[in-house]
């Protein structure tokens, strides 16, 4: 997994503008935004280019290997949600 947001996201959208691989869900039109407390990076469809970090206003995402202490369960929610 190359990028792993966490429970600080606010769902403002930014990281979903600029992701070129369209590996953030939910999308506002996506039956379970509302209910989801954030927002969900593709294992698998994440190319790994960190522009989802430059816009998240909230430093929410990290690379996996960098995730901040106690955070690490993240990794396993963003993979969770796609099944993975």
Request: aromatic letters at 8%; a negative charge.
């Amino acid at each position: 997994m190359a990028h792993v947001i966490i429970d600080t996201c606010e769902k403002d959208m930014l990281c979903i503008d600029s992701c070129p691989s369209d590996a953030i869900h939910p999308l506002k039109d996506e039956e379970g935004w509302e209910a989801s407390p954030q927002v969900y990076i593709h294992p698998e469809e994440c190319m790994d280019c960190g522009a989802c970090i430059a816009t998240c206003p909230t430093n929410s995402i990290y690379l996996a290997e960098e995730l901040p202490a106690g955070k690490e369960e993240f990794a396993a929610k963003n993979a969770a949600y796609y099944g993975k």
